[in-house]
Nanobody
Framework: QVQLVESGGGLVQAGGSLSLSCAAS????????MGWYRQAPGKQRELVAD???????NYAASVKGRFTISTDYAKNTVNLQMNSLKPEDTALYYC?????????????WGQGTQVTVSS
């Protein structure tokens, strides 16, 4: 069973920055796609940023230009650099990994890390 563990959340003032990291128990090369979702209280989970290996990178319109998704192959992590944070970025941030292998499709989720942006 693949495990994803997020870290780096916390409390920051508006305009500040945070960096999230997602460590995978399996090689990130074994996945087809990875990324970040978030869920604010009373709202549905929404895509923040993700990428398909060897293909496209996607950002939510609300974070484009402020957030950057990247990979660290040496550390086997997927990271999310968040700059110019706004109170509306406050949410529980989840890492996910999508895997297709021998016709089987699986999506794995981390437990989430809280990001709180104060005004």
């Amino acid at each position: 069973q693949v495990q994803l563990v997020e870290s780096g959340g916390g409390l920051v003032q508006a305009g500040g920055s945070l960096s999230l990291s997602c460590a995978a128990s399996a090689s990130i090369f074994s996945f087809n796609a990875m990324g970040w979702y978030r869920q604010a209280p009373g709202k549905q989970r929404e895509l923040v940023a993700d990428f398909t290996f060897g293909a496209s990178t996607n950002y939510a319109a609300s974070v484009k230009g402020r957030f950057t998704i990247s990979t660290d192959y040496a550390k086997n992590t997927v990271n999310l650099q968040m700059n110019s944070l706004k109170p509306e970025d406050t949410a529980l941030y989840y890492c996910y990994a999508h895997q297709v292998h021998s016709g089987n499709v699986a999506r794995y989720w981390g437990q989430g890390t809280q990001v709180t942006v104060s005004s």
